[in-house]
């Protein structure tokens, strides 16, 4: 099968860890294992978040004043660089020698006016307590969210993605056979101008829909979203908590998961597996095999009720 894969950035780099390149690093060679054990039976195309990436990177620019402070865009192209170029690395460690990889810097097209950008919900960075979040709202003036009880994240906008820019290099590099990183945090948002040319935006697009738009427009079969918990479990938090094992599309609503976390992995299933065929999967990324064999996670496709 064809497999698009989106690694998140918490799968990445583990919630409360040192953001560390050793730390990285140990969690890419990890999630590599687990791609070549996908690669050894299909075509997996990766893309992977970059919300704790980019956050510690924009936090790292701040601390030099307000007149070197570098827009979203830019240091999203630099998380990118970093992650791709450790996946790459250590997938090619994992995989048969003769294995072709290649990772892509790929800019996806945003609307202007979209809604998002009065609405900052994606978070992004490290995790604070109330005092910490309330200095870095007082310094730079960052929208922040209570992500986990006393715990705050940084939020910015994340508009929808519309078209990937570069997605015919994208079908050539994976027709030959090529292994193809890309659509890396959520892709480079960019708007394109009246005269048809591209300028960067302040915003990070939302990975999981950003890989939902890369998998159907590669035709894949397979679209798994990797991350740090097993399922997508409704009533998240309570007592009543509860695994989702298998749904159809129309019996899983976006709005009744976290905005920012789970929501947009629940929306992007729902519209990978609208099409008869297509099956989406949600869970650890340890469990990649077993989710695409049906054996874990959470699977979406079309007529699959619980």
């Known amino acids: ?35 070549a054990d996908l690669a050894r039976d299909h075509q997996i195309v990766v893309a ?56 892509l810097l790929t800019q996806i097209e945003v609307a202007p006016d979209d809604t998002a ?41 994340s508009p929808r993605p519309r078209h990937i820019t570069q997605i015919r290099a994208v079908r050539l590099l ?38 939902g738009l890369l998998a159907t427009q590669l035709e894949a079969d397979a679209f798994l979203m990797l991350t740090d918990v097993d399922a997508v479990y409704d009533g998240w938090g309570t007592p009543e908590q509860r695994a989702i094992r298998r749904a159809r599309p129309d019996q899983l609503d976006p709005a009744r998961f976290a905005a920012g976390s789970m929501a947009p992995k629940v929306e992007a299933a729902r519209t990978f597996a609208a099409s008869p065929g297509r099956m989406a999967g949600i869970g650890r990324l340890e469990d990649a095999r077993a989710i695409l064999e049906g054996r874990a996670g959470t699977l979406v496709r079309s007529g699959s009720g619980e």
């Open 48 to 103: 992977h978040g970059n919300g704790p990436q980019v956050g510690l990177l924009a936090l790292q620019a701040a601390a030099y004043g307000s007149e070197t402070v570098w827009p979203l865009d830019i240091l999203g192209a630099e998380s990118v660089g970093m992650i791709g170029y450790l996946v790459e690395q250590e997938l090619a460690n994992a995989l048969p020698r003769d294995a072709v990889l290649a990772t």
């Open 174 to 211: 994976v027709e030959a056979g090529v292994t193809v990183i890309c659509a890396g945090g959520g892709g480079i948002p960019v708007i394109r101008l009246a005269d048809g040319s591209l300028q960067g935006v302040e915003a990070v697009i939302d990975k999981d829909h950003a890989a």
């Open 117 to 157: 950008f009065a609405r900052p919900e994606k978070p992004i960075g490290p995790l604070y307590d109330a005092g910490e979040a309330g200095k870095m709202r007082a310094a730079h003036g960052w929208p922040m969210t209570e992500e986990a009880a006393g715990k705050w994240r940084r939020v910015v906008p």
């Open 1 to 35: 099968m064809r497999v698009v894969v989106a690694l998140g950035g918490n799968a990445l780099l583990r919630r409360g860890e040192p953001m560390t390149a050793e730390a990285q690093r140990a969690n890419v060679r990890k999630a590599a294992r687990a791609l």
